[in-house]
């Protein structure tokens, strides 16, 4: 069953359920009519279907490799990054001033997540780039700006980010890679980078480097890190890629998936690189790109459950075992198929609304609209990517023993999806920035989103007592949770903060499911499906989350070992 892209629920997600109508209402956005939307959307759809998905399997069975120090990519990702590029696709969301589109980031999400269906391998360096051109608007000089945005947006050059290092993964405070001024306003950095994502191609002209480094007079930790711009190839006087820089390509991973895709160890041997933003501040910077790509992130998760449903349904349709019928007729077939649909479109409508709250905090500069953005983006990116990991899963059951098989490519949507609950910030990371820094406030931005789903739910009992009734309870529970998890200590916070994350995702699932349904009445038996199976398992996660940390450091680790 060949990829589709989901136009029709973006369509209705949009105009019916995350309320997009108000970012087109703004001044800023203006020009995103329905009418645009729908144009660009559907384009977008076409590249997936027809130029990027038939090159899923292309990165699968011929991965990225090393040749005498340059990355040879898949066949056809070339002729597939150019279509990109030739369509605009980069830069959707990017200012007009430097040749972006301008268009709201709801926009971008969706467009980002068709295309991650389609071959999330390649759409991972668009994706990076995205994320340095936000970083650069916001914290590069005038000078950068006006020489690296324009190649950046028209996709000539391409961007990534450099963090990790050998002895420093999540702990990005402990990076030994430094930064020596040189005089003339560049900086010499040397140091080593690991988990370097599409650190090299052979089809852009040049690939600049995010990477953080200390500068001599650095503190320890991250309050001493600075970020540095470090091109593959230092532009000429006409901006053009020039001489070489010093650095390299060291090795490539080999990975469990995402093989079209080139992770990279890096090596900068005293490179020339241009400060981004203010010295010892290279974190807040990063994090622009950073924030970016974890809801980025969690729409790949979605993008990849999109097409793991389809491939999933395709062949319960076609299966036939057990009489004459296909096997879409056994009811546990039915119920994983029923799963799969229900909780992808619980994470598309939650990213969505992610995606919205950016849109109106940039629109407006409400600090209401900032503060719920903030609250989404760990819940989008960990819940997408935990239902990516979780539907694709369930998409190699359906196809049964063939999905263990590497032919049918059910397998590979594991394999290339479950990366994504890991980079970006691990998904317990995540969990944890939503449970401290998110609730600095005191869980204001919270209440204020609980509010809305039992407003919400108290409207839909008109039409739908029983969901409804379910859906006020669910955020009541949740609501008498993050009281108590803002009086716990941070130990404890932590202890229950992926299970905390989790039943928020749950009961805002439920709540898209609910509005869906009330829209229109052919979404109920959908909606049923998340409130009554999946909404319930918020209760016990939320019991997880009153237990603290205790229970969980009784066992010693000799306990574990044992």
Same mark, same amino acid.
Not at 35 to 51: D, N, Q, S, Y
Not at 238 to 249: I, Y
Not at 496 to 522: E, I, N, S, W
């Given at each position: ?23 087109? !209402? ?31 399997? @292309? ?14 990519? @898949? ?33 971008? *999400? ?55 290092? +050998? ?16 005089? $003339? ?24 480097h995010l990477v953080l480094a200390r500068l001599p007079d650095g503190a320890p930790g991250t ?22 820089? @010093? ?13 079209? @895709?080139? *992770? ?14 203010? +010295? ?61 649909? !229900? ?15 950016? $849109? ?203």
């Amino acid at each position: 069953m060949p990829y589709r892209a989901p136009l029709a629920d973006f369509r209705f997600l949009l105009s019916e359920v995350v309320g997009f109508a108000q970012v087109a !209402a703004t001044e800023r956005f203006a020009e995103a009519t329905p009418e645009t939307v729908e144009a660009v959307l559907g384009e977008a759809g076409k590249l997936c279907e027809e130029v990027l998905a038939p090159l899923q399997r @292309s990165g699968d069975i011929h991965p990225a490799r090393l040749e005498n120090g340059v990355v040879r990519t @898949s066949p056809g990702f070339a002729e597939g990054y150019r279509a990109i590029v030739e369509g605009g696709w980069v830069s959707i969301a990017a200012s007009p001033d430097h040749g972006g589109m301008g268009l709201p980031m709801t926009v971008t *999400t969706a467009v980002n997540e068709m295309m991650a269906s389609a071959c999330l391998s390649l759409q991972l360096n668009p994706l990076m780039t995205q994320g340095q051109i936000e970083a650069l608007e916001h914290h590069a000089s005038d000078a950068l700006k006006a020489l690296y945005l324009p190649k950046l947006v028209s996709g000539e050059w391409c961007g990534t980010m450099n963090l990790t290092e +050998p002895q420093a993964g999540s702990d990005v405070g402990a990076l030994r890679t430094r930064a020596e001024p040189l005089g $003339d306003g560049s900086y010499a950095v040397t140091g080593q980078k690991i988990y370097i994502s599409w650190a090299d191609n052979d089809f852009t002209g040049n690939v600049c480097h995010l990477v953080l480094a200390r500068l001599p007079d650095g503190a320890p930790g991250t309050k001493g890190i600075s970020l540095f711009l470090v091109p593959k190839f230092l532009p000429d006087a006409e901006g053009n890629p020039g001489k070489r820089n @010093s650095l390299s390509v060291v090795s490539l991973e080999h990975k469990m998936g995402l093989h079209g @895709s080139p *992770t990279a160890v890096m090596d900068y041997d005293g490179a020339v690189g241009w400060l981004l933003g203010a +010295p010892h501040r290279g974190m807040a910077a990063m994090f622009t790109m950073m924030n970016n790509a974890r809801l980025g992130v969690g729409v790949q998760g979605i993008g990849v459950a999109e097409a793991a449903t389809q491939a999933a349904l395709g062949y319960a349709l076609e299966r036939r075992q057990g009489g004459a019928g296909t096997i879409i007729e056994h009811p546990d077939v039915r119920r994983m198929l029923a799963v799969m649909k !229900a909780e992808t479109f619980s994470a598309r409508a939650i990213a969505l609304a992610c995606a919205v709250a950016i $849109d109106m905090a940039r629109a407006t500069g409400s600090a209401e609209w900032q503060a719920r953005a903030a609250l989404l983006t760990p819940i989008a990116k960990a819940y997408g990517t935990a239902m990516g990991v979780e539907v694709a899963d369930l998409g190699v059951q359906v196809h049964g023993g063939t999905g263990f098989i590497e032919a049918t490519g059910a397998a590979q949507y594991l394999r290339d999806v479950r990366v994504t609950a890991i980079y970006e910030g691990t998904n317990g990371i995540q969990a944890m920035d939503l449970v401290g820094r998110k609730m600095m406030d005191g869980g204001e931005a919270a209440f204020r989103l609980l509010q809305e789903v039992q407003d919400a739910a108290e409207v839909a009992r008109h039409g739908l007592p029983d969901l409804a009734g379910d859906v006020w309870n669910a955020a009541e529970a949740l609501w008498e949770a993050t009281e108590a998890l803002v009086a716990q200590g941070a130990t404890d916070r932590n202890a229950g903060a992926v299970p905390y994350l989790r039943a928020f995702a749950r009961v805002l699932g439920a709540h898209y499911h609910l509005t869906a349904a009330a829209a229109d009445p052919a979404r109920l038996a959908l909606a049923r499906v998340a409130i009554r199976r999946l909404l319930p398992e918020h209760a016990a996660l939320l019991a997880q989350v009153r237990e603290g940390a205790e229970g969980l450091f009784a066992l010693s680790a000799e306990d574990l070992a044992a």
